[in-house]
């Protein structure tokens, strides 16, 4: 293969050089003579004593009687004895001319000579582009794509270099310790995860984090782009993998990075797709699959679109360890503030406070940015230093650019996301069968305009019916805090009603806790396929007094906490994400509801109850959220439908 490649290599050269030779006598044949007709005249005048040949056949050196010399050049393919002879001048009398095709380059040879250096051409991009097109990886190092290690001598990069992603580095810190010490996890026969899959929107610094992760662990370092593949001849995405793992154990310990993953390990199956993409695909889970116990290879892979992925990728022993790297929040975009900042000089008045909290909403990469701005427009303006106007002027001129993704979020707008996500937050922390909060976040997540990250805290394969309610309750707190604080809703809690539509719609069709419904149960799996009228409407409006209910209990709830509500509120506007440890401290002790929930009052028997399984609950949320491990609701669309003209809830 290699040889092959460099055989390659070497013919590529070769035919360079032949075409710069080639290039250059067309070029050097194709200069029109100025003044040939004048030559030829004087010739034909006897003005002329000497003719000489050039060298090279392209043109004609004259001597004058008075010894003046000049020289000409002769039209492409034209030999000077039929150029004379053309023009009535006998040739013998000028024993100085070459003979013709001896010297000058016959038109035949010099179209032969165009063609050759035409498929030269042709051949030497195609092979060039073959080796450092986008859809290759050589074994010469080029930036992306890329098997060779990082070599001594290069700055290696370090979790330092990663900043305000304390959770994330946590979370790898024993890929680290594993890479560095694999005796001491096998001695105890623990298994370390082979995959790490990392999801999170652009720019967030998942590339980094891994970058850093080998540097950490001093692995050799091997990326690869999933987008390379997409182009490639059936069969070679395959081979180019099992280089791509060959090599990796060859200098392992090794980290294996596969950037977008999602465009080689999108769902199998589909029509719109190769079998190129299976073919890759299915050798990274043959190679994966293949690690024995004492390779010490990890294999990181990235996406933003979890959901699209094959779920063959996630099965244990693959990628069974899921990162999630956030949007930083106003501490970490300060920490990347302040890496980016080193080691440039900063004017006294630089605020990177203020700064960081203008920033809501933007990556690691768009704060480097900013940086590298800022220093420019410094530099323009022969300034020593960067000030504060600078850093301001480079966030517009972020802000304002074409290639932005995150979105801005106006005063009002963030201040909707709080006050919803406080909503949720506290009805979810004061229910009594509702899960524990972890987390609090207004910094939108991928699509998401905040999130409320909702954990059980033991794995949940039944659900009885007050956890189910206070779940309904926690869902549309978002949407009751909206109410009582701006006596309006906006379009953001679309998500959160679609997860309670689904919620209440199953627990009166297939959980028994309707109580006109009674304990039928339809849909898929039911033999009661197809409702009748009167009973789909029954069924639909006690999914409907159901969420009605849960409304009124998280509107109580607010109303009885509007304090608590305002504080967890007031906090995440300032540091726009809040653990479940604070949150405590945020909110006073459950104090007595007005109302009693009617729901349960209402209970019927009590006694036999189908099982709840939390994995057939639907909506994409709950996709990525199984994904993930948790229960997330998000405020899913909340600026954009905000903008949008025409709302789009319905529902309630
Ligand atoms: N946490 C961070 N700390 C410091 N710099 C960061 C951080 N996150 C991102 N950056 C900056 O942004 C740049 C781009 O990040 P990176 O390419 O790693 O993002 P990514 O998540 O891999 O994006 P993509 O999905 O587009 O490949 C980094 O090189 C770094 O300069
Ligand atoms: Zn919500």
């Avoid at 294996?256 to 769902?267: H, L």
């Avoid at 109410?483 to 919620?503: H, K, M, R, V």
Wanted: hydrophobic share 40%; net charge neutral; proline share 5%.
């Amino acid at each position: 293969m290699n040889k092959y490649r460099r055989g390659l290599a070497l013919g590529a050269l070769a035919l360079a050089v032949f075409i710069l030779i080639g290039v250059g006598i067309s070029m050097r044949a194709t200069p029109q003579p100025v003044n040939l007709t004048q030559v030829l005249t004087d010739i034909r005048d006897g003005r002329v004593t000497e003719i000489h040949l050039a060298n090279d056949g392209q043109a004609a050196e004259v001597t004058y009687t008075d010894e003046s010399k000049t020289r000409v050049a002769l039209p492409a393919g034209e030999s000077l004895t039929t150029l004379l002879t053309d023009a009535g001048i006998p040739v013998e009398r000028w024993p100085d001319i070459y003979p013709a095709g001896n010297g000058a380059i016959s038109a035949d040879l010099m179209l032969l000579l165009r063609i050759l250096t035409i498929v030269a051409v042709g051949v030497v991009i195609f092979v060039l582009f073959r080796r450092f097109g986008p859809s290759s990886i050589g074994t010469t190092p080029t930036r992306r794509g890329s098997f060779e290690p990082i070599r001594p001598g290069e700055r290696v990069i370090t979790f330092d270099d990663v900043a305000g992603a304390e959770e994330v580095k946590e979370e790898v810190a024993d890929i680290v310790d594993y890479l560095r010490d694999p005796e001491r996890f096998r001695r105890l026969g623990a298994r370390i995860p082979r995959g790490v899959l990392l999801t999170g929107p652009p720019g967030t610094g998942k590339t980094l984090l891994t970058r850093a992760l080998a540097g950490e662990a001093r692995a050799s370092f091997f990326s690869v782009s999933g987008s390379e593949f997409v182009e490639l001849y059936v069969g070679v995405g395959a081979s180019r993998v099992r280089e791509l793992f060959r090599k990796a154990k060859e200098n392992a310990p090794a980290i294996i990075f596969i950037d977008e993953i999602d465009a080689i390990g999108r769902r199998r199956g589909r029509m719109e797709q190769s079998s190129e993409y299976d073919q890759t695909l299915n050798q990274i889970l043959v190679e994966m699959d293949g690690f024995e116990e004492r390779t010490t290879v990890v294999v990181v892979a990235a996406t933003n679109r979890v959901d699209i992925l094959d779920p063959a990728l996630l099965r244990p022993g693959r990628f069974d360890r899921k990162v999630v790297v956030d949007l930083p929040d106003r501490k970490a975009r300060r920490a990347i503030l302040e890496v980016h900042a080193r080691g440039k000089p900063l004017a006294e008045n630089v605020n990177l406070d203020e700064l960081a909290a203008r920033t809501t909403g933007m990556t690691g990469a768009d704060l480097a940015n900013v940086i590298n701005e800022a220093a420019i427009l410094a530099a323009r303006d022969r300034r020593e230093t960067i000030t504060n106007q600078d850093l301001l002027e480079a966030l517009d001129r972020t802000l304002a650019g074409p290639a932005r993704n995150a979105r801005r979020f106006s005063e009002r707008e963030r201040r909707v996301v709080a006050y919803h996500e406080a909503g949720h937050a506290v009805v979810a922390h004061l229910l009594p069968h509702a899960d524990p909060v972890r987390k609090v976040s207004i910094v939108s997540r991928g699509r998401a305009g905040g999130y409320t990250m909702i954990v059980p805290d033991e794995d949940r394969g039944l659900w009885t019916r007050a956890q189910l309610s206070d779940r309904l309750a926690a869902l549309l707190g978002g949407l009751a805090a909206e109410e009582l604080i701006f006596g309006d809703i906006t379009t953001g809690s679309s998500n959160d009603l679609e997860q309670t539509t689904a919620i209440a719609t199953s627990m009166v069709q297939r959980y028994g806790m309707g109580k006109r419904f009674g304990l039928l149960s339809t849909g898929a799996g039911s033999d009661l396929q197809q409702l009748s009228p009167q009973s789909a409407y029954t069924a639909e409006q006690e999914a409907l007094e159901l969420v009605q209910q849960a409304h009124q209990v998280a509107l109580d709830v607010l109303r009885a906490h509007a304090d608590d509500l305002e504080r967890v509120a007031q906090r995440l506007l300032e540091v726009e994400t809040i653990d479940g440890e604070e949150l405590e401290t945020l909110i006073s002790p459950p104090r007595q509801l007005p109302v009693r929930r009617p729901v349960e009052q209402a209970l019927p028997t009590p006694l036999h109850r189908a099982p709840i399984r939390e994995g057939r609950r639907k909506g994409s949320a709950h996709r990525v959220g199984r994904a993930i491990g948790l229960v997330a609701s998000f405020t899913r669309d909340a600026v954009e439908s905000l903008r949008a003209a025409k709302p789009q809830i319905d529902r309630t």
